[in-house]
């Protein structure tokens, strides 16, 4: 009985995921025609997004607890550093986090019908650690739009884990965070992992918990773009994101 409703829910979800993505891109497409200011339509384009987080966040059937959401600074742009259970992550995050903020997401996502256009549209960007020039470009593109008062959520691990623990930390990620000089706000996603795990597409269901640390500043590593010092970074902030975890 209980693998029958995983079968009949993860089928409703992943047709919900497509319909949503069909309706919500397509009406966005719409109304974004007729605004001209390309700042506002990237900010149309990420209200609907988080529409689409929120509304699969809920299809999902998780049962979300959050913590630390008055650790977000106000009118400020920060950096979120989430850990990387799941692709659910990406609705939740879409869901809970009160701020304007685009994603630094992995490139496959922008090659799916309806969804890749999107998130496009709504200037998210794909940091692909296999084109070194490509990944300089997109660096650079982020700092230059963290400079310009725009927050970010970036998965520092650069991929899904495969065992459900945090793995190693990117060096792109704390390279933003030393150029940019913006101060880090540390997210710990627990229990997505064994609700949709990479590779699967039956959900289970679970309850996931979701803290929200206080920013942190790295200024010791300001201007100071070596390696060494990029990996350093990196594992301190890996630290931070773990205990948070617990």
Avoid: C
């Amino acid at each position: 009985m209980i693998e029958a409703f995983r079968y009949i829910h993860s089928a409703v979800f992943w047709f919900l995921v497509f319909f949503y993505s069909v309706i919500i891109h397509t009406v966005s497409y719409i109304i974004a025609l007729f605004i001209k200011d390309e700042d506002e339509k990237n900010r149309f384009y990420q209200k609907g997004a988080r529409l689409w987080g929120s509304l699969l966040a809920d299809a999902s059937l998780m049962k979300v607890k959050v913590l630390g959401l008055e650790n977000i600074p106000a009118d400020a742009a920060v950096i979120f550093t989430p850990n990387h259970q799941s692709y659910l992550d990406i609705f939740i995050l879409l869901k809970i986090l009160p701020s304007s903020f685009r994603f630094v997401i992995m490139r496959s996502l922008f090659k799916v019908p309806f969804i890749g256009s999107h998130i496009a549209q709504a200037g998210f960007v794909s940091l692909d650690r296999k084109d070194r020039k490509r990944s300089i470009q997109t660096i650079h593109q982020v700092i230059d739009l963290l400079k310009n008062n725009e927050s970010f959520v970036i998965f520092p691990e650069g991929k899904l884990t495969k065992d459900g623990a945090i793995g190693e930390f990117g060096r792109g990620t704390s390279i933003i965070i030393q150029r940019s000089m913006k101060p880090v706000v540390p997210i710990a996603i627990d229990g997505t992992f064994s609700i949709l795990p990479k590779g699967a597409w039956k959900l289970k269901t679970g309850r996931v918990n979701v803290k929200i640390g206080k920013p942190v500043h790295f200024e010791k590593y300001y201007g100071e773009v070596s390696k060494s010092a990029s990996l350093d970074l990196g594992n301190e902030l890996r630290r931070i994101v773990v205990d948070l975890k617990g």
